[in-house]
């Protein structure tokens, strides 16, 4: 009889390494290590250190399938070697082609979010309708209940596919808006360099 | 210097100045594409070129370039040209510089992501409804253990017993009385019917009466009853003939 494949010789997490395989292979969504250890029955722990063992064995350069922390949870991938294949037979539908509009729509609502259609006019000077629609079917944002009691405005946050397509631990990994003022640098340090040059 | 001649070379538009402020007020040219900043810059990287500060050209670019600038944030903002209006001049313009910074930010974190994506483009997973089980609530509201016991009693009392007396009634064929009667008249001539049904249940009772009247109906018997719940007393109707013929015989 075949002994069972083993991730790390006699390690005894071994077991519990391989009731964590199973439930990511068959989740459909990122399973956070409370989930995990909530289906499989164990110590949330046990469960982080076997998801150490899981995710050595399913690598990048090891594995075609490989074990990431994306979206607030652990979740297998096609590895990035295989992903020119993946692309032959399936389709990216949600981060095709997406437009200028929707992408600024989008920025808005994972920094400002949940925010409402109104807000994120006032932030672009123009009608988000088109935009937010575009995103609601790619899946990228979805309703987050209303502004204010009921007839409110609807508002928006990101979904978890926002963080799967973008490969995002979580929203905090979102970089902050103060470090995103690079070009303005560079426009001082042009008017810094005409202002010396004309004193030299 | 010309301001008027300062040649642009931007994303948006490429040539003089005043060709760009002609194209803007045709509404030819989107306001919003173009990047006022670059337009500042390279006015000054001219300035520094010439020896002297061109003073009159300074004056003249600040006026063209700040209506350009509140032209722009105006476009922005349409709806809020009427807020902003109410406002002082000053505030005005602070709020201005606030929501262009905001959005400028934006437009900022919108390239990031767009470059964020480019990097993740290979990336392939499963994608799909969750069909995940219903998570078992095993939480109950606070409660009083002592009502929660009382409750517990309340419901634990076996409920009254349901009769089904009434699914066994089963009722006996009137012929059966009939052939009995019948019997009981070839041996005598008359009988009390409570002496001869008394002790059946009232169901055979009831047939039983039915019998008789049946009896009744084909001339069998006679039936007699002195007085309201008196006995029944039933006679063969030929024995009554005779009694009436010997009595009038008599």
Request: aromatic share 6%.
């Amino acid at each position: 009889m075949d002994a069972p494949l083993r991730l790390i010789a006699s390690n005894p997490l071994d077991q519990l390494a391989r009731t964590i395989e199973a439930l990511l292979v068959v989740a459909s969504a990122p399973l956070s290590a409370a989930d995990l250890a909530e289906a499989a029955g164990d110590d949330p722990e046990r469960v982080e250190a076997a998801l150490g063992l899981v995710g050595e064995r399913y690598r990048e350069g090891r594995s075609g399938v490989v074990l990431e922390n994306v979206a607030g949870g652990w979740a297998f991938r096609a590895s990035r070697e295989a992903a020119e294949a993946c692309a032959r037979l399936f389709e990216k539908p949600a981060q095709r082609g997406v437009s200028q509009a929707a992408m600024e729509t989008l920025a808005i609502v994972a920094y400002l979010g949940p925010c409402t259609r109104p807000d994120i006019a006032r932030i672009r000077g123009v009608s988000a309708d088109s935009a937010v629609a575009s995103l609601l079917e790619r899946g990228l944002i979805a309703e987050a209940g209303r502004e204010d009691a009921a007839g409110g405005a609807i508002r928006y946050k990101t979904t978890t596919l926002f963080e799967r397509v973008f490969g995002l631990e979580s929203l905090s990994q979102l970089p902050r808006l103060d470090d995103l003022g690079a070009d303005v640098e560079q426009i001082r340090d042009r008017l810094h360099a005409v202002a010396e040059k004309r004193t030299a | 210097m010309i301001v008027r001649e300062l040649e642009l070379d931007l994303d948006a538009f490429e040539g003089p100045f005043d060709l760009l402020l002609t194209l803007v007020l045709k509404d030819e040219l989107d306001l919003r594409d173009v990047d006022v900043a670059a337009i500042v810059l390279s006015f000054i990287e001219r300035l520094a070129e010439r020896d002297e500060l061109d003073l009159d050209a300074c004056g003249e670019f600040l006026v063209l370039i700040s209506a350009l600038l509140e032209l722009k944030a105006r476009g922005l903002f349409p709806e809020e040209a009427a807020e902003l209006a109410e406002l002082e001049p000053e505030a005005a313009a602070e709020e201005l510089a606030r929501r262009l910074a905001e959005y400028r930010r934006m437009k900022e974190a919108a390239a990031w992501l767009r470059e964020r994506l480019a990097q993740e483009g290979d990336r392939f997973f499963r994608v799909g409804p969750a069909p995940l089980a219903p998570k078992v609530e095993q939480q109950i509201a606070p409660q009083d253990p002592e009502r929660l016991a009382a409750a517990l009693r309340f419901l634990a009392v076996p409920p009254p017993e349901v009769s089904l007396a009434h699914m066994a009634l089963r009722f006996p064929p009137v012929a059966q009385f009939l052939e009995r009667f019948r019997a009981v008249l070839r041996r005598r001539t008359r009988f009390d019917f409570d002496a001869e049904v008394g002790e059946l249940p009232r169901i055979e009772q009831a047939v039983a009466l039915l019998a008789l009247l049946e009896l009744r109906r084909s001339g069998e018997i006679t039936i007699e009853q002195a007085a309201p719940f008196a006995p029944i007393r039933i006679s063969r109707t030929d024995v009554e003939r005779e009694d009436s013929w010997t009595l009038r015989s008599a």
